[in-house]
């Protein structure tokens, strides 16, 4: 047999023994993304990866194959996921408007408008609102749990995380924990039991005394506020400013970050959510 054939032979095994790996990442990226993304899409393009993968691995490079296939099929699903435009510039330039829009009314009413003020407000039915919200949750779920750099793959599918790894997902980790924390109570508890305790919308829309429709926007308005928190402390490049930085819902929001790091800064405090945490982490 020659060593082509055997090198061939080789990578063939590693795609076959790995395409649970494939199937693994969909799901979690699946669970991310909004519903008109097909899986299939995805699949494909992360079986084209594993294969790609499997001929390029060099293993006296000292690094795991699975965490090295998971690494190149993460990325080839990302790129799968920009081309199809899964947060498609539409919906972005709308909730570019939506929170514009928010801002104005919040600086006018005193309080946060609602899904139905916003909507009355730009014209547009109040399910365009609700279903925009929805896909840009999705989409920060995505951003706040991935990154190109050190994505959900390379943390769930390798025992085997190198010690600067370990270290930034603590830090990233300490933070959330601070950033939700420190959140107006309403927000705090939509994300708590919301993502942590996986109770039903409906479940903590009668806890609340609200709508489901309002539990949606607590929650869309509370992604935005802990990514944003997140990166003010860690990528403060990536923070968008505030449409009307004097007015008060920008104070409000400043107030917020600077609350964040202030918690930080005195030091890691034990608890429920911190457990809870970890235990996903």
């Known amino acids: ?26 799901r979690e990226t699946m669970s991310r993304v909004p519903s008109h993304v097909n899986r299939e899409d995805l699949s494909s393009a992360g079986m084209m990866a594993l294969v790609k993968a499997s001929r390029a691995f060099e293993a006296d490079r000292g690094v795991p194959f699975v965490r090295y296939a998971a690494t190149r099929i993460r990325g080839a699903i990302l790129d799968e996921l920009r081309g199809i435009d899964w ?29 139905a003020e916003v909507a009355s407000a730009l014209g547009i039915p109040v399910t365009e609102v609700e279903g925009n919200d929805e896909d840009i949750a999705r989409a920060n779920v995505l ?14 599918v390798s025992p085997t995380a190198g010690p600067e790894d370990m270290l930034e997902h603590r830090e990233r980790l300490q933070y959330l924990v601070e950033a939700i924390d420190e959140l107006p109570e309403r927000l705090r508890v939509v994300v708590t039991e919301y993502f942590l305790a996986e109770r039903p919308m409906a479940e ?36 968008a400013p505030h449409p009307r930085p004097e007015g008060c819902a920008a104070r409000r929001r400043d107030a917020y970050f600077a609350a964040v ?19 996903t982490g």
């Open 1 to 26: 047999m020659s060593q082509t054939t055997a090198s061939f032979e080789s990578a063939d095994a590693l795609v076959v023994e790995n395409i649970a790996l494939v199937g693994h990442i969909v």
């Open 87 to 115: 947060a498609s510039r539409a919906v972005r330039r709308r909730s570019r408007d939506l929170d514009a829009t928010r801002a104005q009314l919040a600086v006018t009413l005193g309080r946060s408008p609602s899904n």
């Open 143 to 156: 951003s706040l749990q991935g990154t190109t750099e050190a994505g959900l793959a390379d943390t769930l």
């Open 204 to 239: 903590i829309a009668a806890e609340l005394d609200v709508s489901e429709s309002r539990v949606s926007q607590i929650r869309a308005e509370a992604l935005v506020l802990l990514r944003d928190a997140l990166n003010t402390a860690l990528d403060p490049d990536l923070v």
């Open 261 to 279: 790091v202030e918690r930080h800064a005195a030091g890691p405090q034990r608890g429920g959510l911190k457990q809870r945490l970890d235990a």
